[in-house]
């Protein structure tokens, strides 16, 4: 299975397209079938030429309604860009392509709709220069029109292709889940559902339930739906619902996770790296959006684009991991990517300057020699769980050696060998008759850390 997010401006078809390919009606609420508006996040899927399986997550379009097109763009690999023939690019398109380009989308695809009311070609023509400047330049573009039912098996092939160039999502890796929803089933119980991105989640399995205040609570998978389908597993990227003993579906929200035990440490700050053309002044507090969450952060400029973000409670952030900052006041949105979810604390004059050249040249991926490096020592399990990369032997980087479940940096390992070979010459020479140590006194004349 794959999993699309449509985008675009309100009243421009989305739903009536996502309709039209799958037959199911996306709009789940009385009033928005009554407004004719789509106001929170939908859900319908359909098989492809191919045989593939395409889940649309479709959001609304509306100004007033920005939290819930992020919550449901920000788990998703892929995306439609919806624009109407007969009305052309407007300012919702603008706001939604700019979150496509802050969550740093390559994939997609650009669909004008309502081609039987007007000629597509200059909407076509309009919107593919515009995605020319974003993350999904180079996209496919199709015209349609969802009331006579032309373009739709272009688009279908299209979307065929879309999804055959998708990456193959980390299926074996740590389970995370952003909850989008829950609810109740009589007989069942509390149910959840969201966008599987990465991991497989069983029958059986003891997850974590992280939720927004930065609270956890162990849960149990009692069962397992996709497409409205019983599974015994689901792998990612897939649309799941998960049936879960262990916690009532009012203490469950948006922005909740579930998350595989033990293996996402949380935190509450962050160093990241704005794309794009870093804005000339930050605000001092702004939305965080990430996966189906938004958070309020308070913001430091390091210099450049490096920004440290303090949280109100911790998150299951990793390296690597894409998030939105939105000024609700100016509207602004910008993209930004987690570069280290463990950063240093800046104590002294002068430090957030040199960390702002460690982010702005620092890899997404968190390198081993400089987690290592900084701290002298980790475990296997904590290099892990910051999305660290660890080859198997005895040396898994050039400056790093493995001590049964340790990562130790040679620098860090040949200072203490140092400091604890003068400290048992100092008791030697002190008290010739007990010339030990004890493992407390070894470890802080070795200034070795916890």
């Not at 996306?26 to 319908?44: K, M, N, V």
């Not at 070609?121 to 593919?128: I, R, W």
């Not at 800046?346 to 701290?375: K, M, Y």
């Amino acid at each position: 299975m794959r999993v699309i997010a449509t985008a675009g401006h309100v009243d421009h078809g989305k739903s009536t397209l996502v309709r039209a390919l799958t037959g199911i009606e996306p709009d789940r609420w009385a009033e928005e079938h009554r407004r004719g508006l789509t106001i929170d996040l939908g859900y319908a899927w359909t098989s492809l030429p191919s045989g593939e399986q395409v889940a649309f997550v479709d959001v609304p379009g509306h100004e007033r309604f920005i939290g819930n097109m992020l919550a449901g763009l920000g788990p998703a690999p892929a995306v439609l860009l919806v624009v109407a023939a007969d009305e052309g690019w407007r300012a919702q398109t603008t706001e939604h392509l700019a979150a496509i380009d802050a969550l740093g989308l390559t994939h997609g695809l650009v669909v004008v709709t309502r081609s039987d009311l007007a000629v597509p070609a200059p909407a076509l023509a309009d919107a593919f220069a515009r995605v020319g400047r974003s993350s999904i330049a180079g996209c496919r573009a199709v015209s349609v029109s969802a009331r006579t039912g032309a373009g739709l098996d272009q688009l279908r092939d299209a979307l065929d292709a879309l999804v055959g160039e998708l990456p193959a999502p980390a299926v074996d890796g740590r389970t995370r889940l952003w909850v989008d929803r829950s609810f109740t089933i009589r007989g069942a119980g509390t149910v959840v559902t969201g966008t599987l991105g990465e991991g497989t989640i069983r029958t059986g399995d003891e997850l974590v339930l992280h939720d927004v205040s930065g609270r956890e609570r162990r849960v149990t998978v009692r069962g397992l739906q996709s497409l409205e389908q019983p599974r015994d597993a689901v792998a990612a990227v897939a649309r799941v619902a998960v049936n879960l003993r262990g916690v009532a579906a009012e203490d469950v929200r948006r922005g909740d996770l579930l998350l595989t035990a033990d293996a996402w440490p949380a935190t509450a700050q962050l160093d990241v790296r704005i794309g794009g053309e870093a804005p000339e002044r930050l605000p001092l507090h702004a939305m965080v959006h990430v996966g189906t969450g938004a958070v309020e952060a308070r913001l430091r400029p390091l210099g450049g684009a490096a920004v440290r973000l303090t949280l109100p409670h911790a998150l299951p952030l990793t390296a690597g991991d894409r998030l939105i900052l939105r000024d609700p006041g100016s509207r602004r949105i910008d993209g930004a990517v987690v570069v280290d979810a463990d950063p240093p604390p800046l104590t002294r004059r002068g430090e957030a300057a040199v960390r702002a050249e460690v982010v702005a040249r620092q890899d997404s991926r968190p390198s081993l020699e400089q987690e290592v490096g900084r701290r002298g020592a980790m475990t296997v399990d904590a290099a892990l769980a910051l999305g660290v990369v660890v080859p198997d032997g005895e040396r898994p980087a050039a400056s790093v050696v493995r001590r049964g479940p340790w990562l130790v940096s040679e620098a860090a390992w040949e200072q203490w060998a140092t400091r604890l070979r003068d400290a048992l010459q100092h008791k030697a020479a002190r008290d010739p008759l007990e010339p030990t140590l004890t493992l407390e006194a070894a470890r802080a004349a070795a200034d070795v850390p916890d």
